[in-house]
């Protein structure tokens, strides 16, 4: 079964400060790894998009790391702000029949003054 | 920059009504989406369209679902009998290569 786990459910972290999500998934055949960032209330927009050959990708203050030996990816937020308070869903997308998206539950992250 | 817009943003209907949701694709797209959140819980897959047909479906896509792309632009969501646990953020989104969500459609059935 094609899954998608975020660890970890929820994070607090001060204003200024770094952090990492983590995505591991079980998610074949693999067709390419998205992080997206949903404000509550809002629909997901999308932060980066990792396909199979590619280890890291930055988009500003956002990196995304991809290892699809070991399936698992992750997205590091530096020198976070207020604004980045929202929920971070990983989604894993296969290419079986059609283009079938894969969503992780997200993490929460709640970025403090 | 491109978006794809959906109404009502809010939409409050009695168990066993009918409701469609509507979105407006964005124009050059190819293929559609609708997607549910209930409150507090994760996005869940309903359906994606393609060439003016289903290509796929999920579980929660049963009889009471249909989709239509009546005119070439919008792309519609109806369910035929709402139940109390249809009551769910309803996003719409579409695909080139990026894919593109709707602000949501937050349906409340009472």
């Known amino acids: 079964k094609n899954q998608v786990e975020q660890s970890p459910q929820s994070l607090i972290i001060l204003e200024g400060k770094n952090c990492t999500l983590q995505?591991?998934?079980?998610?074949?055949?693999?067709?390419?790894l998205r992080w997206y960032k949903q404000d509550t209330g809002r629909g997901p927009v999308s932060l980066t998009i990792?396909?199979?050959?590619?280890n890291t990708k930055s988009n500003g203050r956002y990196t995304a790391t991809l290892d699809a030996d070991t399936k698992q990816s992750s997205l590091h937020i530096t020198a976070s702000q207020l604004s980045d308070s929202a929920s971070y869903i990983c989604?894993?997308?296969?290419?079986?029949?059609?283009?079938?998206?894969?969503f992780g539950k997200g993490t929460s992250l709640l970025v403090t003054p | 920059e491109p978006e794809v817009t959906q109404t009502p943003s809010h939409q409050v209907t009695q168990m066993g009504q009918e409701v469609i949701l509507r979105c407006v694709p964005i124009?050059?797209?190819?293929?559609f989406y609708w997607y549910r959140q209930i409150l507090g819980q994760k996005v869940e897959f309903l359906v994606s369209?393609?060439?003016?047909?289903?290509?796929?479906k999920s579980e929660i896509f049963d009889d009471q679902f249909s989709v239509e792309r009546p005119d070439g632009s919008n792309f519609t969501l109806k369910i035929r009998s709402t139940k109390l646990e249809d009551s769910a953020m309803y996003f719409c989104?579409?695909?080139?290569?990026?894919?593109?969500f709707g602000p949501g459609t937050r349906l409340t059935v009472t």
């Open positions: 989604v894993v997308i296969t290419s079986n029949s059609g283009y079938a998206l894969n």
């Open positions: 995505c591991n998934y079980t998610v074949s055949p693999f067709s390419n």
């Open positions: 990792m396909t199979f050959s590619e």
């Open positions: 124009s050059n797209h190819l293929y």
């Open positions: 369209f393609y060439n003016n047909e289903i290509s796929e």
């Open positions: 989104a579409s695909l080139s290569y990026e894919q593109y």
